[in-house]
């Protein structure tokens, strides 16, 4: 991508101007020789945390990070090794530039009906139940609306999700959260509008390879200059949670974003430890995702206690929407073990309240309101 399609450098550029601060770029080089291109700030001190400020204590001991496999990541003399090498905004500057989730398919296995697992029907097998019907009349309300791009899920949330709303998908392994939020996103890419992924998770490869394997474009849009795809180390992001909160709202205005993701957000809130500090830490940063603008959708591990609880109890009531998204089994039949949906809330919206099955497919995640698993 050329440098006048570099939509980052441009916006960052005038981020600069407007602060007063000089404008351009600065090359760098790292300790392995390669360079580091952000904007003309120095690269904060790995020491100057948000520890800094009262109540906030980052933990820098990633023997408590988790992977998405449930490993534990190698610990780090944090005296010896930088927590990072970059500001927030130099990598959100770089995402474009820079170079999934495989969930499980159900095939063509045994449908749902009125009365349990064992029905045949239409709609991708899961039989005829007459629940999943809903009022086709609009929500009344002035506030815009908009469609999340799921098949099915749209349906039955009357008259769509209000705009800048901050949404939440709680769920196991396997239940397509990172699905979900590329389904997000490609449905407003797909209408010509901006969006920012932002992944604490995975690689900025793994997420485009994810997407463009369902048939999503991540690379082409890339390309484009209408999706930055931000990859994060987690104690990176919480060591400088600070400047983040302050920079993302301008940042994602600059760039023309409708719509942002962030996955997960169970690993930011690893970070800290206190119950108290981790929802201070993560109240003040989703009250700046809201200042961006932007339709938001996060991603949550679920509780290993409760499915419909997120890890730590505190992001379904930072939210404005919570989505839940679990395995379920029959009582009377234990062989195969199907995937369902539940809306728990949406605010200024009608919506159903129905848990509906759902399938991961080589196209994304389709919800099938017709059916019925109980």
Known sequence: MSDDDDWFEAALRDVEESDGESTGNATEESEDGTEVTGKNAEVPDASATDADAPGTEPVTDTSAVKTSDDTTADEPNADDVPLFDDDFASAFASAPGTGGDSEPDFGDGGGFDAGGFDGAGESGGFGNGDGGSFDDEAFESAIPRIDIGIDGLDSMIQG???????????????????????????????????????????????????????????????????????????????????????????????????????????????????????????????????????????????????????????????????????????????????????????????????????????????VYQQANLF
């Open 160 to 366: 769509g999700v209000p705009e800048r709303t901050l949404m939440v998908a709680i769920g196991g392994a396997g239940t397509g959260k990172t699905t979900f939020g590329l389904q997000f996103l490609n449905h407003a890419l797909s209408n010509g509008e901006s969006a920012v992924y932002v992944t604490l998770e995975e690689s900025h490869e793994r997420i485009v390879d994810s997407a463009t394997e369902k048939g999503w474009p991540y690379d082409e849009y890339i390309e484009e200059g209408k999706l930055a795809v931000v990859d994060l180390d987690p104690i990176e992001m919480a060591n400088s949670l600070s400047s983040i909160r302050s920079e993302l709202p301008e940042l994602v205005r600059d760039f023309g974003a409708s719509r942002l993701v962030l996955d997960s957000v169970s690993l930011l809130e690893m970070m800290y430890q206190g119950q108290s500090t981790r929802r201070n830490e993560i109240y003040d940063f989703t009250r700046s995702l809201k200042e961006a603008g932007v339709t938001t959708m996060l991603t949550s591990e679920a509780s290993d206690e409760n499915p419909y609880s997120s890890r730590h109890g505190i992001i379904e009531y930072l939210t404005d929407a919570v989505f839940v998204l679990r395995y379920v089994r029959s009582t009377d039949d234990f062989i195969e073990t199907r995937l369902a949906v539940e809306i728990q809330k949406i605010r200024d919206a009608n919506h159903s309240r129905d848990i509906k099955p759902y399938d991961i497919t080589d196209e994304g995640i389709s």
